[in-house]
């Protein structure tokens, strides 16, 4: 299967470089996973096509404001974006800088030119660390610095640096765990209201843990898609959770996992035990045509980048060809694509 066969032209002006001024007002594009129908609404009128049987599955974990500004201590100029914190003070980080960097290195970070060393590589991470203070802000930790002097790390498509209301709209109103570098964007179209009538419906939610990864938004670069080698997340599944997903099964509701993440990280448990039990690992599962579902019934989704490992579960999920006219009808119909964009709903 060839990486070019998920490839599509999107005009520029359907990039979504803002949210819309209500999560719930965004449209929402309903194809069935089997016939390939589609029909256009509203994400408001989502709970119209649940029924009190089903159980949605959200990804809680919440975006850290991850990418910093500095320069060596040398002075040239470097852009820091935080991939995954491994310590109180260290991390692993990407940093792009006009000189290659070495081990011991030290960078001068934020507004406050905070020093940070380099203590190693691995591949295109560098493992940095947060210069211990002697002074009052001895005990301040890595997430609490970034907190102070981080940028919310809006995706490179949008092309604009991030403003004050991206601290509050690249989130989703449940996320609760720190720790992902880019939202679960499914996620972003949810607001009180909305739960309120799913709550009226008598649909039940529950929430697992994935940290999102700058990966996620990598194009797949070798011609044969199974050649491509993908990066790892951690996930977390509670055993609540896994409850649920039992009880929801049993009473012949569906599973409906809110974003690819969520798929990922059901999956991902699935095939650890499938039974389905709590579950902590990392994952670097590759969901791709031809893949057997164990756990997922329907999910809501965005609209992904050409080419990207998220189109390809997606295609998974439904077939190759009434994604790829879904994505079609979408361009035609004018939808907002990617983070900040419209969302699909697939089901059976």
């Not at 081990?103 to 940095?128: K, S, Y």
């Not at 890595?142 to 790390?153: A, I, N």
């Not at 650890?272 to 670097?284: A, M, S, W």
């Amino acid at each position: 299967m060839k990486t070019t066969d998920f490839d599509f032209n999107l005009p520029d002006h359907l990039i979504a470089k803002y949210p819309t001024k209500e999560r719930s007002a965004s449209r929402l594009l309903h194809l069935n996973r089997i016939t390939g129908d589609i029909s256009h609404r509203h994400f408001y009128q989502l709970p119209d096509l649940l029924d009190k049987k089903d159980l949605l599955v959200m990804n809680s974990s919440k975006v850290i404001p991850a990418r910093v500004f500095g320069h060596k201590d040398s002075g040239g100029k470097v852009e820091v974006l935080i991939e995954r914190i491994i310590s109180t003070k260290s991390a692993w980080a990407h940093i792009r800088a006009s000189k290659a960097l070495n081990t011991g290195r030290i960078l001068l970070l934020g507004d406050a030119n905070t020093p940070f060393r380099i203590l190693g590589r691995n591949d295109d991470l560098f493992e940095i660390e947060l210069i211990q203070s002697t002074g009052q802000n001895a005990t301040q930790t890595l997430l609490d610095w970034l907190h102070q002097y981080g940028h919310m790390p809006l995706p490179p498509y949008m092309q604009r640096e991030d403003e004050t209301q991206d601290m509050e709209r690249y989130q989703t109103v449940y996320a609760q765990q720190e720790g992902s570098v880019a939202a679960p964007t499914a996620g972003l179209h949810f607001d009180n209201a909305l739960f309120a009538a799913l709550r009226d419906k008598g649909i039940q939610t529950a929430t697992l843990t994935l940290h999102v990864g700058s990966g996620t938004f990598q194009p797949v670069r070798v011609d044969e898609i199974k050649d491509h080698v993908m990066h790892k997340e951690w996930f977390s599944l509670p055993q609540e959770t896994c409850d649920a997903i039992h009880a929801c099964k049993a009473r012949g509701g569906r599973v409906i996992a809110v974003g690819t993440t969520t798929v990922r990280t059901l999956e991902s448990a699935a095939r650890n035990n499938p039974f389905l039990c709590k579950t902590e690992l990392d994952t670097d599962i590759f969901i791709y045509p031809g893949f057997q579902f164990q756990i997922v019934d329907a999910m809501v989704t965005n609209f992904h980048l050409p080419k990207s490992t998220l189109l390809m579960l997606v295609s998974a999920f439904s077939t190759q060809n009434n994604v790829a006219n879904a994505y079609q009808e979408a361009i035609k119909k004018n939808y907002r694509f990617y983070s900040y964009g419209d969302a699909m709903f697939i089901a059976s």
